[in-house]
């Protein structure tokens, strides 16, 4: 599975940092990097994006505002350089807050959680029909259920 992204940062080294991260991770596809909100406001009409690292403090148009503005909100992780909107950002459905300078092992937990959501929410979006969710090494799994006619018996396929 791979995630159509896009970076957005006004600090054009900070932006370059991230976008080599971006590329170097096999599940990341490079949309666009956008310098401001404004911008990246114009840019999201065109592009299909499942996923927005975005700073916050930008000029004109921060990224809260940014984010208050867009139709159609794809998954965000914050990348900035202030702890003091972490609360402030999960009240956006932040999937992840990333604090400047970024590890390439913080990034890539970062990167993990908005894949696992994404696919949270494909399966979400899947055939609907009956199915059972089933606890495995610790994690839930959905289990779609499906009788074969014919038989007295349930198949779990």
């Known amino acids: 599975m791979t995630l159509n992204c896009v970076v957005v940062d006004d600090s054009a080294i ?3 940092s991230i976008v080599k991260l971006v590329e170097n991770h096999p ?8 310098s401001s909100a404004l911008e990246t406001k114009n840019g999201l009409n065109t592009h299909q994006v499942d996923l927005i690292f975005l700073d916050i403090e930008m ?5 809260f505002e940014l984010l208050d503005v867009l139709n159609k ?3 965000i992780i914050f990348v900035t350089g ?3 909107y972490a609360f402030k ?3 956006y459905d932040a999937t992840d807050y990333l604090h400047k300078p970024i590890t390439k092992e913080r990034f890539n937990t970062s990167v993990e959680k908005a894949l696992e959501q994404h696919k949270l929410t494909l399966d979400f979006h899947e ?3 009956e199915h059972i969710f ?14 074969l006619n014919g038989l007295k018996h349930l198949v779990i396929m």
Do not use: D, H, M
């Open 127 to 129: 055939e609907e029909g």
């Open 73 to 75: 909100k794809p998954q």
């Open 27 to 34: 599940s990341l596809n490079l949309i666009a990097e956008y």
């Open 82 to 84: 202030k702890t003091e």
């Open 134 to 147: 089933v606890k495995s090494n610790l994690k839930k799994r959905k289990v779609i259920l499906r009788i």
């Open 89 to 91: 950002a999960f009240n």
């Open 14 to 16: 900070q932006r370059l």
């Open 59 to 63: 000029p004109v148009l921060n990224g």
